[in-house]
């Protein structure tokens, strides 16, 4: 999904016929290899490295990744890195949200995966993400549900836009509301998901569980 995410790699690097300068190893030699790998579309592709690679693959969110920066109507005011808009700056950048309904009436929540800079581990709204810089709301959640859940097919209604603000950042959050039956596949780089009762939320509120973001939402769209 395009929300800052990107793959580390950490590559040693040895090739017998392209010799190679490491700074923390010197020169270094070795032996051509294929390596396979999943593209972001789910296929699968390969890669014929000329040289040995020993990779180390971890997830971060891309503190550099640029987002618009807006007033509280969404009019556009300027644009600021990731990194800056979440480091207590209190810059006011758009994001997303649409919950989740199934026909009887239980929320889909996604669990945020361990990796990212904000709440790890914490249940969410079912999908959430920044707005592109010059990207639309509607394309903008159009992309965030295809990303994270893996559905295309849905209509969504626009519930509200608010001002949201933790210790960290402020968001201006559109949140939408859409009824799915469908096939529901979290993202890779989700801890899963699952629906919840709306009671089985209330019990749960204060405990946690969920994000501050997701809490405040709840209360104010659906208890």
């Known amino acids: ?22 700074p ?37 969110d891309n503190n550099e990744e640029l987002f618009p920066l807006v007033d509280e109507e969404g009019n556009i005011t300027g644009a600021a890195t990731r990194g800056e808009c979440h480091n207590g700056s209190k ?7 649409l919950h989740v309904f199934n026909s009887q009436g239980e929320l889909y929540l996604q669990q945020r995966p361990d990796w990212k ?9 079912a999908v959430g993400g920044h707005i592109d810089l010059g990207e639309s709301v509607e394309i903008a959640l ?7 859940l893996g559905i295309e097919d849905f209509n969504a209604t626009l519930l509200t836009h608010y001002v949201f603000e933790s210790a960290r950042e402020k968001e201006l959050v559109f949140a939408h509301k859409t009824v799915f039956d469908g096939t529901i596949i979290p993202s890779e780089e989700l801890n899963g998901g699952r629906f919840w ?20 939402e709840f209360k104010r769209l659906f208890d």
């Open 1 to 22: 999904m395009r929300t800052g995410i990107h793959i580390q790699l950490e590559l040693v690097i040895y090739s017998s016929e392209f010799p190679f300068h490491c």
């Open 24 to 60: 923390k190893r010197g020169a270094q030699t070795g032996t051509p290899v294929l390596r396979s790998h999943r593209m972001s579309d789910g296929r699968n592709g390969s890669f014929l490295f000329p040289f040995h690679v020993k990779s180390k693959i971890s997830m971060k």
């Open 91 to 97: 810059l006011l950048h758009p994001v997303v949200h």
């Open 117 to 125: 800079d904000i709440q790890p581990g914490k249940w969410d709204t």
């Open 142 to 148: 159009k992309r965030e549900a295809r990303e994270e």
């Open 197 to 216: 009762t709306l009671e089985e939320i209330r019990s749960n509120l204060g405990k946690e569980l969920f994000t501050p973001n997701f809490e405040s």
